[in-house]
């Protein structure tokens, strides 16, 4: 019997809003705005936040990339001619890292070298990666085509050489490229495989490998080219030695990478006189990256909560607007044996039943708003079960705060003023 | 026995600066099943007098007593409860709820006792029959005349089965032919044992009630 009486409660209250069926239309507008944009926003931004899980998968969460890098002082020191300047990582670092600690699961070097490739009339300034197997551990993309090179090929100085999917598409000749001949830089090296390559960037974070990089066993590439290479710069040139241009390494868990690549730095420190190296951490950039995507949601869902914000004071205008016009309504009612809480419960009920409905509506229009987003952009968003929960109980909460003032404002009303009043 | 008991009642209104005497010292005693009405000119303190014993409002000074329970003291909901059950207004404007139907104008009492829809929507029927009204049940207010429209307002004050009905001019907007028809209801509904105080200022409808109290100045000036 309770229940029936509360039901007829609402019932009552959404009869007397069709009484004015325009201006109760119009006042649930506020709430469904809000509302939507407050679903909307949610899912955009959980949309983001998913997007950026994705990335850290794709970057490989547990690595840390140290590269070399031209200190300081090697750099004031260069502008003489015929200067040499020896910088950056060594054999010795990489094997010092794998040795010392305990916390790498797997480590790989690389040297990373700028050189022209050729094929017949085709050419292409290539980003020559050479490395060992275990690059394709660290950075796994799916082959193509062919095989990628493995440990023999590294121990027999191979002349073998793996071409990402833009590289092979821009170089090779159509039809059977598994076996082509590709020159660079004067010597010849045989098209292995073919593997894709992620063209697109995590927000700022560089990834490991780029769509012009082509894979040589580094023993190869240190026996083809050396550690000695000749920069030329703006008319003048110099020399630099570099052994190795990049060590990446993937700690054995997520939650050893931050304490692994400071104790790389430290022992770095030990053995490099001058800061020729730079560490980073995708993990950490990731981190930063997603801190600056939930600060976004926020001041995006601040600005939400503040049209839900208007609309709950569109629903206290109309409703003291009511209260007032209702005067006499609330006179009868009084008069006849109403109680105070009976009339509060009247208007609240109407509030509440106004902000529900407009958060109702407005839950429809923010899944729409989304997936029309998700439809004509690549902008993913994610709708949640809380991103429906929430909104649904922030607007019936809105009916509360907002109604509860023109109620209590209600009930106050002196009945014999009321009954006089036309 | 005396259903309504007023001891020495005062009721001042502060009226801006000024201060107003309604009702200066009124005692009465009004039986069970009586059949009053209340007279006097304007400003004579009939309204103060039936707001207070409509529970609407407090007395300043002295003690209501309301079926021996004084009622001077009691909080608002208690007053409220009173109104509910002991209690029916009929009013000169009718003041019936315009969005609301016949019936459920009828069953607004009902409503906040807590009544079932079914038994109060039948209630609403054998009232609406007892005055008269059964073809009208689904109407809106707007749509009868100003004698339906009152009768109404009977039937709707009879919901709850209350002691006493509160009669202020309930001919008021009414032509003299309905405003009989309305009497004649009231005579009816008081020959039944409804005990009916009403306020009129037109002698001949007075002339339905048993008994007559004249005010003057805030004081009963006499009784017939």
Not at chain 1, 105 to 123: C, F, Q
Not at chain 1, 385 to 398: D, E, K, Q, W
Not at chain 2, 52 to 75: F, H, Q
Not at chain 2, 167 to 190: K, V
Request: glycine share 8%.
């Amino acid at each position: 019997m309770h229940q029936s009486r509360f039901a007829r409660n609402i019932l009552l209250g959404i009869e007397n809003l069709l009484q004015h069926k325009l201006r109760s239309f119009l006042t649930m507008l506020g709430v469904v705005f809000g509302v939507g944009s407050v679903v909307a926003m949610l899912a955009v931004g959980e949309g983001a936040s998913r997007e950026a899980m994705k990335q850290i998968e794709k970057l490989g969460s547990n690595n840390i990339i140290i590269n070399s890098i031209k200190s300081i002082e090697e750099e004031s020191t260069s502008t003489q001619r015929s200067h040499m300047s020896v910088y950056g990582l060594t054999y010795m670092d990489y094997q010092r890292i794998n040795e010392t600690f305990p916390n790498v699961r797997k480590s790989v070097p690389a040297k990373l070298i700028r050189k022209e490739a050729r094929v017949e009339a085709r050419t292409l300034e290539l980003r020559i990666v050479g490395t060992t197997q275990e690059w394709f551990e660290l950075v796994p993309r799916p082959i193509l085509a062919g095989k990628i090179f493995g440990e023999n090929e590294v121990k027999n100085i191979a002349p073998v050489v793996v071409l990402t999917e833009f590289g092979a598409r821009k170089l090779l000749a159509t039809k059977n490229t598994i076996g082509q001949t590709v020159r660079i830089g004067g010597d010849s090296f045989e098209v292995i495989g073919i593997i894709k390559s992620e063209a697109a960037q995590a927000g700022n974070i560089q990834i490991p490998d780029q769509q012009i990089d082509a894979y040589i066993p580094i023993s190869t590439v240190k026996e083809y080219f050396g550690d000695i290479f000749l920069k030329v710069t703006s008319g003048s040139f110099t020399l630099e030695q570099i052994e190795l241009h990049q060590i990446i390494v993937q700690a054995d868990d997520i939650a050893n990478v931050e304490s692994t690549a400071i104790g790389i730095e430290r022992m770095l420190k030990n053995f490099h006189k001058k800061a020729d190296y730079e560490i980073s951490v995708p993990l950490a950039l990731l981190k930063q990256a997603e801190a600056t995507k939930r600060r976004n949601a926020i001041v995006l869902g601040s600005i939400a909560c503040i049209s839900l914000l208007v609309g709950g004071i569109g629903i206290m205008n109309i409703m003291l607007a009511s209260v007032t016009e209702r005067t006499r309504e609330i006179g009868i009612r009084r008069a006849i044996g109403a109680r105070r809480s009976q009339i509060i419960t009247q208007f609240l009920i109407e509030a509440v039943v106004l902000s529900t409905l407009g958060g109702i509506v407005g839950l429809a229009v923010g899944i729409g708003i989304p997936c029309i987003i998700t439809y004509f952009s690549d902008m993913p968003t994610v709708i949640t079960l809380g991103s429906i929960l929430l909104p649904l109980f922030i607007s019936v909460g809105i009916g509360i705060i907002f109604g509860l003032y023109p109620a209590v404002n209600a009930a106050k009303v002196d009945p014999i003023i009321a009954l006089r009043h036309e | 026995m005396s259903i309504v008991q007023f001891e020495n009642i005062h009721k001042h209104y502060q009226m801006g600066s000024e201060q107003v005497l309604a009702l200066n010292g009124v005692s009465l005693s009004f039986d069970k099943g009586s059949f009053w009405a209340i007279m006097g000119p304007s400003g004579s303190g009939k309204s103060t007098m039936m707001n207070i014993l409509g529970c609407l409002d407090r007395p300043t000074s002295g003690e209501y007593l309301l079926e021996d329970k004084n009622v001077g003291v009691l909080d608002d909901n208690s007053l409220s409860d009173i109104r509910l059950k002991y209690i029916g207004f009929v009013f000169q404007s009718f003041n019936l709820m315009p969005q609301l139907s016949v019936q459920k104008n009828i069953e607004l009492p009902l409503y906040y006792l807590g009544w079932e829809a079914d038994k109060s929507a039948e209630r609403a029927k054998e009232l609406a029959e007892k005055v008269g009204l059964s073809e009208r049940l689904n109407h809106k207010p707007a749509e009868l005349s100003g004698g339906q429209m009152q009768r109404v307002a009977v039937a709707r004050s009879l919901a709850a089965q209350p002691h006493i009905i509160l009669a202020d001019e309930p001919t008021g907007n009414l032509d003299s032919h309905t405003g009989e028809q309305i009497m004649r209801l009231l005579t009816e509904l008081n020959a039944e044992g409804t005990t009916i105080i009403m306020v009129t200022h037109e002698p001949d409808i007075a002339g339905y009630a048993k008994n007559r109290l004249h005010m003057k100045d805030g004081k009963v000036e006499k009784i017939e």
